[in-house]
């Protein structure tokens, strides 16, 4: 079943009479009958990146196996933070979720929001974690990372890094540092901008999600030199990663996870967390994942509750080491 994007999300409650009155008894035992109305995903970044594709995935998935619609809402701005602070504030009944990833962690490690990244959130689960690949344009005859930085080292401030902002911000920033080659790094609004610039030769490197460069990789326009995990990915295994291309201690990982707003009804998180454990399992599931360069991984509620503080701890401990001011 295809989601639903063309319709507002209110007037989808509406056609489909999932007001809040109209489902007041269901809304309020969330055990008997949930869903009983249109789930909105709200996805704090615009369409076309790892987020909205992961999310959108999910969001069909659950339609098809819950019987109600799924609707990825993309709201998009302040590196995920404006989208993050509404699903904070929504009604915590089960039927607002919202997908997060690192930059969740960045943002409350560094930036002063309307939320408490350690308390406004019930966590669902992870989907799965993805490592970052460096890469090159036509513009640099670059083979190797090892090469890569070689170079960079030579030709100090010469060489353009170009970035999105949030985790893949971070992630460069921290490259740029541990390497030594003091790169001039550049935020674009997004991945694909950066990854745009790159290929047509106006920037040099992108650090850049894996999801989003395999097809630009595939088509030849970009050359990959490296993955930022701390192991090879399973979707590039002849990559090596930036460790080990003479980065020591350098290990950067994208997470995708699914939360409502704190005080949901446990219920509702404890069916929502189980279908998204059977998701992971499928197999369909984890070979698109490995395709996309995911690396599919069930982590519980209260194991991503534990997660989340160290994340944060995690980034803000980067901002200090390599200066970075958000």
Avoid: C
């Avoid at 008997?32 to 995935?57: E, K, Q």
């Avoid at 935020?187 to 106006?202: E, H, N, S, T, W």
């Amino acid at each position: 079943m295809k989601t639903v994007i063309a319709m507002g999300f209110a007037a989808l409650l509406a056609a489909t009479g999932g007001g809040h009155a109209a489902q007041g008894a269901a809304a309020n035992d969330p055990a008997a009958g949930y869903p009983a109305r249109p789930i909105r995903l709200i996805v704090p970044f615009p369409p076309g990146g790892s987020n909205d594709i992961l999310s959108r995935y999910f969001a069909q998935y659950l339609t098809e196996r819950l019987g109600r619609q799924v609707i990825v809402d993309n709201r998009a701005g302040a590196d995920g933070i404006i989208g993050t602070e509404l699903a904070a504030r929504s009604q915590p009944d089960g039927y607002t979720l919202l997908f997060a990833s690192a930059a969740f962690a960045v943002n409350g490690a560094t930036r002063k929001v309307a939320y408490d990244p350690l308390k406004s959130f019930s966590w669902v689960g992870t989907l799965g974690f993805g490592p970052s690949v460096l890469t090159v344009g036509p513009a640099l005859k670059i083979g190797s990372a090892k090469e890569l930085i070689a170079h960079g080292r030579a030709n100090p401030g010469k060489l353009t890094m170009a970035t999105s902002g949030g985790y893949a911000h971070f992630a460069s920033e921290l490259f740029n540092h541990l390497s030594g080659m003091k790169m001039l790094v550049v935020i674009y609004k997004g991945g694909f901008p950066a990854l745009v610039d790159v290929m047509g030769g106006q920037a040099h490197v992108n650090l850049g999600s894996l999801i989003q460069t395999l097809p630009h990789l595939q088509g030849g326009r970009l050359k990959a030199l490296a993955t930022s995990g701390s192991k090879r990915a399973g979707a590039a295994p002849d990559l090596p990663t930036i460790a080990e291309s003479g980065v020591t201690g350098f290990e950067a990982n994208n997470w995708w996870a699914i939360a409502a707003p704190a005080g949901t009804p446990s219920a509702a998180i404890g069916k929502l967390s189980a279908e998204l454990t059977r998701y992971l399992k499928l197999p369909e599931t984890m070979k698109r994942f490995q395709a996309e360069g995911v690396e599919a991984e069930i982590r519980t509620p209260a194991e991503v509750h534990k997660m989340v503080p160290v994340e944060i701890a995690k980034w803000k401990n980067v901002a200090k080491v390599a200066n970075i001011r958000n």
